[in-house]
């Protein structure tokens, strides 16, 4: 188990430190699962990237905006948003850090044929 407030300290050190300004560390990862600490100073970017399958963003501390499709949303700490299925981007308005959780792959869904008529047979029984 890791504690949140010690990460979000911890690479908000680290990103200050960084000639980019940026600092992450995947503290969860269970099979398609993934959970990540970001830490961004004031001006510093994730540029534009592709989305993964399925994605949610929560601000730990400060403000960012989210950029992609439709100029993208700020958010502050507190807030959860979920990331946009298109190219998007982030930018900290002020120093930040944010927790991504993101599914890498979803499971092909798998449909069971249901004979015609079956419906009907089962509600009769």
């Known amino acids: 188990m890791d504690d949140l407030s010690a990460l979000t300290r911890y690479q ?8 980019h300004g940026r600092s992450a560390h995947l503290f969860l990862h269970d099979g398609p699962l993934r959970q990540t600490v970001i830490a961004l100073i004031a ?3 994730l540029d534009e990237h592709n989305a993964p399958p399925a994605a949610s963003l929560q ?10 499709p439709g100029g993208g949303q700020e958010l502050k700490a507190g807030q959860v948003a979920a990331i946009p299925h298109e190219r998007h981007g982030l930018q900290a308005i002020e120093d930040s850090a944010v927790l991504l959780t ?4 979803v499971p092909a869904r798998t449909h069971r ?12 029984n």
């Open 12 to 19: 908000l050190d680290d990103a200050r430190a960084s000639a």
């Open 43 to 45: 001006g510093a970017a």
């Open 59 to 68: 601000v730990l501390h400060g403000r960012v905006r989210l950029t992609g």
């Open 102 to 105: 993101a599914v890498t792959e």
């Open 113 to 124: 044929a249901v004979p015609a008529g079956a419906g009907a047979r089962a509600a009769r």
